[in-house]
Protein backbone atom coordinates (compact mmCIF):
# COMPACT_ATOMS: atom_id res chain seq x y z
CA UNK A 1 0.00 0.00 0.00
CA UNK A 2 2.80 2.02 0.68
CA UNK A 3 4.29 1.77 -2.76
CA UNK A 4 0.65 2.79 -4.34
CA UNK A 5 0.45 6.31 -1.89
CA UNK A 6 3.97 6.97 -3.12
CA UNK A 7 2.83 6.42 -6.67
CA UNK A 8 0.41 8.49 -6.37
CA UNK A 9 2.00 11.49 -4.81
CA UNK A 10 5.30 11.42 -7.20
CA UNK A 11 2.24 12.21 -9.58
CA UNK A 12 0.33 14.86 -8.19
CA UNK A 13 1.22 18.15 -8.92
CA UNK A 14 3.37 20.26 -6.18
CA UNK A 15 4.90 23.57 -5.43
CA UNK A 16 8.13 23.42 -4.62
CA UNK A 17 9.69 24.88 -1.60
CA UNK A 18 11.00 27.54 -3.03
CA UNK A 19 7.67 28.87 -4.72
CA UNK A 20 5.67 27.88 -1.47
CA UNK A 21 8.08 29.23 1.31
CA UNK A 22 11.18 31.47 0.42
CA UNK A 23 12.36 31.89 4.30
CA UNK A 24 14.58 28.93 5.03
CA UNK A 25 14.05 26.89 7.68
CA UNK A 26 16.66 28.10 9.35
CA UNK A 27 15.88 31.72 9.60
CA UNK A 28 12.63 30.87 10.72
CA UNK A 29 14.07 29.08 13.22
CA UNK A 30 16.45 32.00 14.21
CA UNK A 31 13.34 34.37 14.42
CA UNK A 32 11.35 32.03 16.96
CA UNK A 33 14.07 31.07 18.65
CA UNK A 34 14.45 34.98 19.36
CA UNK A 35 10.72 35.59 20.10
CA UNK A 36 10.87 32.99 22.39
CA UNK A 37 13.82 35.03 24.51
CA UNK A 38 12.11 37.92 24.35
CA UNK A 39 8.35 36.56 25.13
CA UNK A 40 8.99 33.88 27.64
CA UNK A 41 10.22 30.07 26.91
CA UNK A 42 5.96 29.02 27.41
CA UNK A 43 4.11 26.64 25.26
CA UNK A 44 1.91 29.73 24.00
CA UNK A 45 4.74 31.99 22.94
CA UNK A 46 5.90 28.85 20.76
CA UNK A 47 2.63 29.43 19.28
CA UNK A 48 2.61 33.53 18.92
CA UNK A 49 6.06 33.11 17.55
CA UNK A 50 5.41 30.54 14.59
CA UNK A 51 2.34 32.76 13.60
CA UNK A 52 4.54 35.63 13.83
CA UNK A 53 7.27 34.79 11.79
CA UNK A 54 4.75 33.39 8.67
CA UNK A 55 2.96 36.31 9.02
CA UNK A 56 6.21 38.23 8.67
CA UNK A 57 6.77 35.69 5.80
CA UNK A 58 3.63 36.92 4.16
CA UNK A 59 4.25 40.20 3.77
CA UNK A 60 8.37 40.26 3.38
CA UNK A 61 10.17 38.95 0.62
CA UNK A 62 13.25 37.25 1.84
CA UNK A 63 15.46 39.32 0.26
CA UNK A 64 13.94 42.42 2.11
CA UNK A 65 13.86 40.73 5.60
CA UNK A 66 17.59 39.63 5.01
CA UNK A 67 18.47 43.01 4.31
CA UNK A 68 16.28 44.29 7.47
CA UNK A 69 18.59 41.68 9.40
CA UNK A 70 21.61 43.18 7.84
CA UNK A 71 20.66 46.79 9.17
CA UNK A 72 19.62 45.64 12.55
CA UNK A 73 23.08 43.45 12.73
CA UNK A 74 24.73 46.97 11.36
CA UNK A 75 23.28 48.98 14.21
CA UNK A 76 25.04 46.93 16.69
CA UNK A 77 28.12 47.91 15.46
CA UNK A 78 30.03 51.44 16.65
CA UNK A 79 31.96 52.93 13.59
CA UNK A 80 31.87 55.25 11.19
CA UNK A 81 30.74 53.82 8.52
CA UNK A 82 28.26 51.36 10.16
CA UNK A 83 26.70 55.02 11.32
CA UNK A 84 26.67 56.18 7.80
CA UNK A 85 24.58 52.98 7.05
CA UNK A 86 21.98 53.02 9.64
CA UNK A 87 21.60 56.38 8.44
CA UNK A 88 20.62 56.06 4.88
CA UNK A 89 17.55 56.27 3.51
CA UNK A 90 17.46 52.75 2.14
CA UNK A 91 18.14 51.22 5.88
CA UNK A 92 15.35 53.02 6.74
CA UNK A 93 13.13 52.20 4.38
CA UNK A 94 14.08 48.67 5.30
CA UNK A 95 13.59 48.83 8.82
CA UNK A 96 10.08 50.10 8.22
CA UNK A 97 8.56 47.59 5.91
CA UNK A 98 10.30 45.16 8.53
CA UNK A 99 8.73 46.64 11.78
CA UNK A 100 5.13 47.20 9.71
CA UNK A 101 4.99 43.40 9.14
CA UNK A 102 6.62 43.02 12.22
CA UNK A 103 3.72 44.85 13.93
CA UNK A 104 1.04 43.19 11.62
CA UNK A 105 2.31 39.91 12.99
CA UNK A 106 2.07 41.50 16.32
CA UNK A 107 -1.62 42.42 16.01
CA UNK A 108 -2.48 38.75 14.47
CA UNK A 109 -0.32 36.71 17.03
CA UNK A 110 -0.46 38.21 20.12
Do not use: W
Not at 17 to 23: G, H, M, R, S, V
Not at 57 to 74: F, I, N
Not at 84 to 100: G, K, T
Amino acid sequence: MGLVVAALMAGAPTASAEEANDYPTAARAEYVFGCLKANGETRQAIEQCSCSIDVVASLLPYDRYVEAETVLSMSQVRSTLAGQFRSSPQAASVLNDLRRAQAEAEVRCF
